[in-house]
C-alpha cells in the first residue's frame, strides 16, 4: 500500500501524519506553530517533523501541505500570511522544502485540503463549501468537483468578505474592519466580545463553556454570532448553491451553541428561493475530528502527478 506525509499547518498547531491509501493514520505529531523566527525557524521545524515521518519504516511518496493562506498554491508560494505576523511578504514555500527534502511536493490552502478530505473520506457531494473555524476563518469551495479559485489561480479569501464595514471591534489581522474572520473565527470572537464587554476571557472554549453555563451575555453574543454566520452562508449560498457546508477547526466544536439559530435565520431569508429551487444545503460539523484538512492533504499527495494539471 502507498504512503504519503500530510501536514495541515495552522497559524496556531500543526497536525501532520503518515497517512495510507485509505486514509489511515500510520503515525502522527502534533505541534505548537513556531512562528517566531519567521520562515527560517519554521522551516526547519517543518522539515525536522517530516524527517521524523520518514522514519516511519513506509515508504513515502509524496508530501501534501494544507495551510493557512494567502497563497497560491501552484506555484506553490505563502503571501504574507494573515494570522503569521510576519514582515516577509513572500515565500517560495514548496522551493525552499523541495530543496532539503527531496520529495514531489503538493501545497494548497487548509480550506481547500478540509473540502477534498470530506470528498475523499466522507463521500460529500461534489458541491461542497468547507468552512475552518480557528485561529482564522478558511473558506474551501468544490463546485462541479472543481476547486474554486481567484485570478491566476490565486486561492479566494473568502473568508474576508465584509460583514459589517468599519465595525473597528471586530479586528481581523487582514487589515479590513468588519470582515467575517473579525467576528467569526474563534480566536477573533473572543477578542470581539471580550472588547464589547470589557470582561477578560481565555480562549473561545471558556466563551463556549460560559454560554452553556447560562451566562446570559455571553449567550447573547452568542446570538449574534449565529446573525452573522446566517448572513455570510446566506451569501456563499446565493454564490455557489452547494448543496453541503461543512465546518471544522477547533471553534467548530461550539457549532450546537450557533449552528441551530443560523439555520432558522437562513430559512428565513431564503424561504423564497428555496421555495422553487431549493437552495437550502445540508450543513453540518465534519465527522473528521478535524482531521479533514490533514485527510485532503494526504489525498493532494497520492494526486501529485495530476493535482495541479
Ligand atoms: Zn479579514
Given at each position: 500500500?502507498?504512503?504519503?506525509?500530510?501536514?495541515?499547518?495552522?497559524?496556531?498547531?500543526?497536525?501532520?501524519?503518515?497517512?495510507?491509501e485509505?486514509?489511515k493514520?500510520?503515525?502522527?505529531?502534533?505541534?505548537?506553530?513556531?512562528?517566531?523566527?519567521?520562515?527560517p525557524?519554521?522551516?526547519?521545524?517543518?522539515?525536522?517533523?517530516?524527517?521524523?515521518?520518514?522514519?516511519?519504516?513506509?515508504?513515502?511518496?509524496?508530501?501534501?501541505?494544507?495551510?493557512?493562506?494567502p497563497?497560491?498554491?501552484?506555484?506553490?508560494?505563502?503571501?504574507?500570511?494573515?494570522?503569521?505576523?510576519?514582515?516577509?511578504?513572500?515565500?517560495?514555500?514548496?522551493?525552499d522544502?523541495?530543496?532539503?527534502?527531496?520529495l514531489?511536493?503538493?501545497?494548497?490552502?487548509?480550506?481547500?485540503?478540509?473540502?477534498?478530505?470530506?470528498?475523499?473520506?466522507?463521500?460529500?457531494?461534489?458541491?461542497?463549501?468547507?468552512?475552518?473555524?480557528?485561529?482564522?476563518?478558511?473558506?474551501?469551495?468544490?463546485?462541479?468537483?472543481?476547486?474554486?479559485?481567484?485570478?491566476?489561480?490565486?486561492?479566494?479569501?473568502?473568508?474576508?468578505?465584509?460583514?459589517r464595514?468599519?465595525?473597528?471591534?471586530?479586528?481581523?489581522?487582514?487589515?479590513?474592519?468588519?470582515c467575517a474572520?473579525?467576528?467569526?473565527?474563534?480566536?477573533?470572537?473572543?477578542?470581539?466580545?471580550?472588547?464589547?464587554?470589557?470582561?477578560?476571557?481565555?480562549?473561545?472554549?471558556?466563551?463556549?463553556?460560559?454560554?452553556?453555563?447560562?451566562?446570559?451575555?455571553?449567550?447573547?453574543?452568542?446570538?449574534?454570532?449565529?446573525?452573522?454566520?446566517?448572513?455570510?452562508?446566506?451569501?456563499?449560498?446565493?454564490?455557489?448553491?452547494p448543496?453541503?457546508?461543512?465546518?471544522?477547526?477547533?471553534?467548530?466544536?461550539?457549532?450546537?451553541?450557533?449552528?441551530?439559530?443560523?439555520?432558522?435565520?437562513?430559512?428565513?431569508?431564503?424561504?423564497?428561493?428555496?421555495?422553487?429551487?431549493?437552495?437550502?444545503?445540508?450543513?453540518?460539523?465534519s465527522?473528521?475530528?478535524?482531521?479533514?484538512?490533514?485527510?485532503?492533504?494526504?489525498?493532494?499527495?497520492?494526486?501529485?502527478?495530476t493535482?495541479?494539471?
Open positions: 500500500m502507498k504512503h504519503v506525509i500530510a501536514m495541515d499547518l495552522g497559524g496556531t498547531k500543526i497536525l501532520a501524519a503518515v497517512v495510507n485509505k486514509g493514520i500510520v503515525k502522527q505529531i502534533k505541534a505548537h506553530t513556531q512562528l517566531e523566527g519567521g520562515w525557524v519554521l522551516k526547519n521545524q517543518i522539515v525536522e517533523i517530516c524527517r521524523e515521518l520518514m522514519n516511519s519504516g513506509k515508504k513515502i511518496t509524496a508530501i501534501g501541505f494544507g495551510s493557512a493562506g497563497l497560491h498554491a501552484k506555484s506553490g508560494v505563502l503571501l504574507d500570511p494573515t494570522n503569521f505576523g510576519w514582515k516577509k511578504k513572500k515565500i517560495n514555500f514548496v522551493k522544502l523541495s530543496k532539503v527534502l527531496k514531489p511536493i503538493v501545497f494548497d490552502n487548509d480550506a481547500v485540503a478540509a473540502v477534498l478530505g470530506e470528498r475523499w473520506l466522507k463521500h460529500s457531494p461534489a458541491n461542497t463549501i468547507c468552512i475552518t473555524l480557528g485561529t482564522g476563518l478558511g473558506l474551501g469551495v468544490l463546485i462541479d468537483d472543481h476547486v474554486l479559485r481567484g485570478r491566476g489561480g490565486l486561492h479566494s479569501e473568502g473568508g474576508h468578505l465584509i460583514l464595514p468599519q465595525d473597528h471591534d471586530a479586528h481581523c489581522e487582514c487589515g479590513a474592519p468588519g474572520e473579525g467576528f467569526l473565527s474563534g480566536v477573533n470572537f473572543v477578542k470581539w466580545v471580550s472588547k464589547r464587554t470589557g470582561r477578560k476571557f481565555k480562549d473561545a472554549k471558556e466563551l463556549s463553556e460560559l454560554a452553556k453555563g447560562g451566562d446570559i451575555e455571553v449567550s447573547r453574543y452568542f446570538a449574534e454570532y449565529a446573525e452573522l454566520m446566517a448572513q455570510y452562508l446566506c451569501s456563499l449560498v446565493v454564490l455557489y448553491y448543496t453541503e457546508i461543512v465546518f471544522s477547526g477547533s471553534f467548530a466544536q461550539a457549532a450546537d451553541l450557533f449552528l441551530p439559530q443560523t439555520k432558522k435565520i437562513m430559512a428565513e431569508s431564503l424561504a423564497r428561493q428555496q421555495a422553487s429551487h431549493k437552495i437550502i444545503p445540508k450543513i453540518r460539523v465527522r473528521l475530528n478535524n482531521t479533514n484538512g490533514l485527510m485532503g492533504a494526504a489525498y493532494m499527495a497520492f494526486q501529485y502527478k493535482y495541479h494539471s
